[in-house]
């Protein structure tokens, strides 16, 4: 697949996106834009399309590229595995001077064919970087010149970091996956309750606690893109009766294009809270047309929330009226808002980064009148919202932890280094077990208090040692 001004504007222009399925005159124009300087600072595309393809677990993944690519990205997502662990090992042909000098397609084929020899995955990924895109570097003859030889699927991966941002990136490797992926093979049997599961990339394990869901309710996950996948369930994707959406925009050209090249429908739904994750089994019953199958979700729900109320009891009566400042991106500025009240909490501030407009949209509705939207927030600003509205803890990535905890602040990671999960009803108990050990916790009490050389200032006999 080759990278062109014509197929990044398609992938930026995508029809599905509500930024884009207006009329002409009124669409967005800043999503057609090319990159500008600081596009790729959340992560570049390269990084956006390794975090879309590396949870596929029993591949390979190459980065063609100076090692700081590989080591910039490799293991810096959760994404857990119940199987093989091929996708753990970090590869990349660490080109040098002398490849940029005379090309880095030779090592790049010695590279792949070492990684098919001594580790027999079931693909290879090969991921383009800004360096090799740059000297010309053709990967996509490469790849198909080792798969034809070692027949093994070779999958160029055209997502250079300087095309755009993370999301971009994510959308490029939905791109490789259609183009050289699904389709590709025949599942042994179909069902009419075959689903996908589009954009859920098992973080911390959170995809385990749905999985359960789905099964009892005699729903097929026929493929996982790409969370705890194997190659040959990707391949097969095409023969689902319908595609669920988890991480609202990221793969929405792969849901697009399926829907139009195999005419599966597609619905987006979240995981977290019971709200939504009631919502989402309701959606993805009615979207299949299954009046037993709806039945079956009702009788689902009023179990399964009827073991929370018990189970969440002692949780909520901890939690309740807690402030919380939510600091994250994307579909988790709205779902976890939701999840956060059926603690009985209260969010009082969301930022709206990477939000789309109906993600905007929900936003309003759930935080109501008084909530803040944070549009971009410096660790200095959060702390101002957080003093403003007499928040209790900051809910937020992992690079605001330190934010929190030197303004003696509790914390909890909600974004992809965290490690616990946090979907679906288990993981709304995760959640609370984590928020109640974070907000009281007895270090709080201790940290808060007055240094002990402060104190020694107004007590004669310590500031005598003291001085
Ligand atoms: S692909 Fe480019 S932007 Fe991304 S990590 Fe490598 S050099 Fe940096």
Not at 121 to 128: C, G, I, K, N, T
Request: with cysteine; charged share 25%.
């Amino acid at each position: 697949m080759k990278i062109t001004k014509g197929k990044i504007a398609e992938l930026l222009d995508q029809p599905g996106c509500e930024h884009n399925h207006k009329k002409e005159s009124q669409k967005n124009k800043a999503c057609k834009q090319q990159a500008q300087p600081g596009a790729a600072q959340g992560g570049c595309a390269f990084d956006g399309a390794s975090i879309a393809l590396v949870p596929i677990t029993d591949a390979a993944h190459l980065v063609h590229g100076p090692i700081a690519c590989a080591g910039n990205s490799w293991g810096s997502r959760g994404s857990l595995s119940s199987g093989p662990t091929t996708y753990k090992m970090g590869f990349t042909t660490d080109v040098s001077e002398n490849d940029v000098i005379f090309g880095g397609e030779k090592k790049l084929y010695k590279a792949i064919v070492e990684v098919v020899k001594r580790y027999k995955p079931a693909a290879v990924f090969v991921y383009s970087t800004c360096v090799t895109a740059l000297i010309g570097d053709d990967i996509d003859v490469v790849c198909e010149a080792v798969a034809n030889k070692y027949k093994i699927p070779v999958i160029p991966v055209n997502s250079p970091g300087f095309v755009g941002s993370k999301n971009l990136g994510n959308r490029l490797g939905g791109e490789a996956l259609l183009e050289y992926v699904v389709g590709t093979k025949e599942p042994e049997y179909t069902t009419p309750y075959d689903i996908n599961l589009i954009g859920e990339y098992n973080v911390a394990g959170e995809m385990w606690g749905v999985l359960p869901l789905f099964e009892r309710l005699g729903i097929r996950v026929l493929a996982k893109i790409t969370g705890d996948a194997r190659f040959a369930e990707v391949c097969q994707a095409h023969r689902a009766k319908l595609n669920v959406m988890i991480c609202s925009k990221a793969l929405i050209n792969m849901a697009q294009k399926m829907k139009e090249k195999y005419n599966i429908p597609y619905i987006e739904e979240s995981f977290y809270g019971i709200a939504d994750m009631n919502r989402c089994l309701r959606n993805v019953a009615a979207s299949l047309g299954d009046a037993q199958l709806q039945e079956r979700v009702e009788r689902l729900i009023a179990d399964e929330t009827a073991k929370l109320d018990i189970v969440l009891a002692p949780y909520r009566e901890r939690l309740k009226g807690k402030k919380m400042v939510l600091y994250t991106g994307g579909v988790k500025s709205w779902s976890i808002i939701s999840a956060a009240q059926d603690l009985g909490m209260e969010v009082v501030a969301t930022s709206t980064k990477k939000s789309t407009e109906e993600d905007i949209a929900r936003i309003k509705t759930l935080l109501g009148a008084d909530g803040i939207m944070l549009e971009k927030g410096s660790a200095a600003e959060i702390l101002k919202v957080v003093e403003r509205t007499g928040a209790d803890l900051l809910v937020a990535g992992g690079r605001n932890q330190y934010t929190a905890l030197k303004a003696k602040i509790p914390f909890l990671d909600i974004n992809q280094e965290r490690h616990h999960p946090y979907a679906g009803y288990v993981g709304l108990v995760e959640m609370a077990r984590e928020l109640d050990e974070a907000l009281h916790s007895p270090i709080w009490e201790q940290v808060r208090k007055p240094a002990p050389w402060d104190l020694a200032h107004h007590n004669p006999t310590l500031a005598h040692y003291i001085h």
